[in-house]
């Protein structure tokens, strides 16, 4: 099966940038259209961002357009998430899945989790 491995996660301040990936190994991320999704502190799981197989169509929650950008990288079986002007709020740990929609919710995360990358935005 599939297993997710998320990084580039770190401790930035409030304005700051980071890029995640997400590379897949034991298979291949196929014709999945994928996503990041994040949990922050005492909340639930929430979807972010996806992009379909192809790379083209994108998809954002509206707390992080403008600011976020996904893409993916077939060849590589990666995704990516780069994050720009971060906020406190946006402070998590970030996962990546396979995603469907819309409407995207973490009922389109089919693959088997992986442990997550932790971003801490400080204000």
């Known amino acids: 099966q599939v297993q997710l491995v998320e990084s580039g996660g770190g401790l930035v301040q409030a304005g700051g940038s980071l890029s995640l990936s997400c590379a897949a190994s034991g298979g291949t991320f196929g014709t999945y259209d994928l996503g990041w999704y994040r949990q922050a502190p005492g909340k639930n799981r929430e979807f972010v961002a996806a992009?379909?197989?192809?790379?083209?169509?994108?998809h954002y929650i509206d707390a992080v357009k403008g600011r976020f950008t996904i893409s993916r990288d077939n060849a590589k079986n990666e995704v990516y998430l780069r994050m720009n002007n971060l906020k406190p709020e946006d402070t998590a740990i970030y996962y990546c899945?396979?995603?469907?929609?819309?409407?995207?919710?973490?009922?389109?995360?089919?693959?088997?989790w992986g442990q997550g990358t932790q971003v801490t935005v400080s204000s």
């Open positions: 899945n396979s995603a469907s929609g819309p409407p995207y919710n973490l009922l389109g995360s089919a693959l088997k």
């Open positions: 992009i379909d197989w192809s790379g083209r169509i994108t």
